[in-house]
């Protein structure tokens, strides 16, 4: 099994951990304020993690459906890095499966990307498994 990392970094050593940067207003559920390196075992969910569209973006990956608080922001042309990684090569008490098995955090550490797979893809191949409204 492979977890997916997407980044619109590709010149990249080491995956740090993030934590989400979310406006007071909203509520997301504690699992995504987590400090740690986001993966998941689905291409296209890494493929819509990796946009960072500038300002709020709401993915729902069972309808397939994504939207941004800025569309017109969003550049079909911009490069995403996606990162794949062996699960059984990963330290198995550092990953947290925080959503049924869709995506994972890993903790405590920073991941070095010469362990990883690289591809690079075009920001508009997310629209072959998301819609965009």
């Known amino acids: 099994m ?3 990392h997407g980044s619109p970094k590709s010149d990249i050593a080491l995956l740090d951990p993030r934590q989400v940067d979310v406006p007071e207003h909203l509520t997301i559920p504690d699992h995504e304020k987590l400090l740690g390196i986001y993966m998941t075992d689905s291409f296209p969910l890494a ?3 990796g946009l960072h569209v500038p300002g ?3 993915i729902n990956h069972e309808e397939k459906i994504i939207s941004f608080e800025n569309m017109d922001l969003f550049d079909p042309q911009a490069s995403i890095t996606i990162y794949s990684f062996k699960k059984n090569t ?3 008490e550092k ?6 098995g869709w995506q994972y955090i890993l903790q405590d550490m920073k991941l070095p ?6 591809e690079t893809f075009e920001a508009g ?3 072959k498994y998301f819609e965009i409204v």
């Open 2 to 4: 492979k977890l997916y």
């Open 47 to 49: 493929l819509a993690m």
């Open 56 to 58: 709020i973006m709401r």
């Open 90 to 92: 990963l330290p198995l």
């Open 95 to 100: 990953i947290i499966d925080c959503n049924d």
């Open 113 to 118: 990307i010469s362990e990883a797979d690289k």
């Open 125 to 127: 191949e997310i629209l």
